[in-house]
Nanobody
Framework: QVQLQESGPGLVKPSQTLFLTCTVS??????????WSWIRQPPGKGLEWMGV???????YYSPSLKSRTSISRDTSKNQFSLQLSSVTPEDTAVYYC???????????WGQGTQVTVSS
């Protein structure tokens, strides 16, 4: 069974760039037809899909975050990563990485990592 684990700093200062990594165990991120997404949940709010990197390396982003978001992968480490630039306190959230059979279909989730944006 695939496992996903997010890692990164828990505290980021405003205007800085947030960088998170998702390490995938059991199965290559380039094998099969899978979509690897980042999702976040701000306190007291619902889940927000941020973007996805597809098995062949294509990326797609939420229109509202596209100008600040970049998703990449390191196939040698079986990881994919999220960069979110120019963060503000509104970017404070629990961030999840997920795996699914299609865009916006999320079968497996990481446990989530809390990120707080504060000076």
């Amino acid at each position: 069974q695939v496992q996903l684990q997010e890692s990164g700093p828990g505290l980021v200062k405003p205007s800085q760039t947030l960088f998170l990594t998702c390490t995938v165990s059991s199965g290559s991120i380039t094998s099969g037809v899978y979509f690897w997404s980042w999702i976040r949940q701000p306190p007291g709010k619902g889940l927000e899909w941020m973007g996805v990197i597809v098995y062949d390396g294509r990326t797609y982003y939420s229109p509202s975050l596209k100008s600040r978001t970049s998703i990449s992968r390191d196939t040698s480490k079986n990881q994919f990563s999220l960069q979110l630039s120019s963060v503000t306190p509104e970017d404070t959230a629990v961030y999840y990485c997920t795996k699914g059979p299609a865009s916006h279909v999320f079968g497996s989730w990481g446990q989530g990592t809390q990120v707080t944006v504060s000076s």
